[in-house]
């Protein structure tokens, strides 16, 4: 195939006007467009595939060496940011202009530090703006492999490791952007019952609704929750809140919808393309 692909891809477009496909001309643009209208690369997923075809596929070739289906990609640091930030409504997608500098996490010190972009619209910004410091990469970033800026890199490592996860549970920013998302939600819809909120929090961060097994489990999710959250407010606790919810929702299920939102922004679903 491959060798087909170069062989059409210099032939000048005149020469083979009238054969299928036609020359591409050294157009790199009638490449792709070759490639993304083809067949192969149109032929449904794993997911999709007869379940004794995918049986027999995986016998046959279990590491996807033939590349019979997409293989799985977790974003890239950059793009977990971003994606964070968007289904938050936080990130601000203004193009060009100088680099931005957004908060570091509370164990930094100050001479660590940098100082942060005064606007705060600027440090939600797209994470290709972010101030490239040799010496303090962004933590999220770095967490998810950005490349060593103190040399070359060719191709990008991709890892999964224990400070990943942690980076996500424990993050001042992911749990701050679970607390906007959870008051977007809760402010969009403040009389719904559990189902429509989970239907909708389900939309923003996987772009699709819970099945059959999702549905009753984040339902039973946010019950329990509401009840261990009620009893730590009785004994005089504080409550991590959704931001800007309505002031006549019960706290304790205002809360249990934050910690619903973390837990989905810590899902593998969000973190990889299958």
């Known amino acids: 195939m491959l060798d087909w692909l170069a062989a059409v891809f210099v032939l000048p477009e005149e020469a083979v006007a009238s054969a299928d496909p036609s020359g591409l001309g050294l157009k790199l643009k009638s490449l792709h467009r070759l490639l ?63 680099s931005v500098w957004p908060e570091l996490p509370r164990d930094f010190t100050a001479r660590e530090a940098w ?40 191709r990008r490592s991709q890892t999964t490791v224990a400070p990943q996860a942690l980076m996500l549970l424990n993050s001042d920013l992911i749990l701050a952007l679970a607390r906007q998302l ?20 389900y ?28 009893q730590r407010v009785r004994s005089g606790d504080r409550l991590l809140l959704p931001k800007g919810m309505p002031k006549f929702l019960d706290p304790a299920r205002a809360a249990a919808v934050v910690d619903l939102c973390h837990a989905l922004l810590n899902a593998n679903e969000f973190l990889y393309v299958d």
């Open 36 to 98: 993304l209208t083809s067949t192969a690369y149109q032929q449904a997923g794993v997911d999709a595939v007869d379940p004794e075809a995918l049986s027999a596929a995986l016998e046959a070739d279990a590491g996807n060496r033939l590349y019979w289906h997409f293989t799985r990609r977790r974003l890239s640091g950059e793009s977990v940011r971003d994606s964070l930030l968007a289904i938050a409504g936080n990130l601000n997608q203004t193009q060009l202009g100088p």
């Open 115 to 154: 100082k942060v972009s005064p606007a705060i619209a600027d440090r939600n910004r797209r994470s290709i703006y972010i101030h490239a410091k040799r010496n303090l990469p962004y933590p999220l970033l770095e967490a998810f492999d950005l490349p060593d800026m103190h040399e070359s890199c060719a």
């Open 182 to 201: 959870a008051g977007e939600l809760l402010r969009d819809n403040p009389e719904a019952d559990a189902t429509t909120l989970i239907g909708e929090l």
């Open 203 to 230: 939309a923003r961060v996987f772009g699709r609704a819970p099945d059959a097994d999702e549905l009753p489990a984040a339902n039973s999710f946010l019950d329990r929750q509401t009840l261990l959250l009620g």
